[in-house]
Nanobody, 122 residues
Framework: QVQMMESGGGLVQVGGSLRLSCKAS????????MAWFRQAPGKEREGVSC????????EYLSSVKGRFTISRDNAKNTLYLQMDNLKPEDTAMYYC???????????????WGSGTQVTVSS
């Protein structure tokens, strides 16, 4: 059974930083594209960043480029999202996702975590 568990969310002030983690079990992550999505209240879910199975290629939502960094440690089956210079508009529930065959911020990923809340206060 595949499980994906996010952690690291919380309340932070504008300009602060958070590091999200996503621990996967039941799958071998080095075969999977992994990604971070977010959904704010009243808004559609959007892809934030994704990273190829080998970690060599990454893609970012334009509004987070230069502030967020995605990375992965396949030996630990863990995905990360370093978020710096956080803004109020980054407030959302953040979800990790994985898929063996796909890639991109618009792709429908197969496996999902249950989310971790990020709140940025001004």
């Amino acid at each position: 059974q595949v499980q994906m568990m996010e952690s690291g969310g919380g309340l932070v002030q504008v300009g602060g930083s958070l590091r999200l983690s996503c621990k996967a079990s039941g799958l071998t992550t080095d075969l999977y594209t992994m990604a971070w999505f977010r959904q704010a209240p009243g808004k559609e879910r959007e892809g934030v960043s994704c990273i190829s199975s080998d970690g060599d290629t990454a893609e970012y939502l334009s509004s987070v480029k230069g502030r967020f960094t995605i990375s992965r440690d396949n030996a630990k089956n863990t995905l990360y999202l370093q978020m710096d210079n956080l803004k109020p508009e980054d407030t959302a529930m953040y979800y990790c996702a994985a898929d063996m065959g796909g890639y991109g911020l618009e792709y429908e990923y197969q496996y999902w975590g249950s989310g971790t809340q990020v709140t940025v206060s001004s």
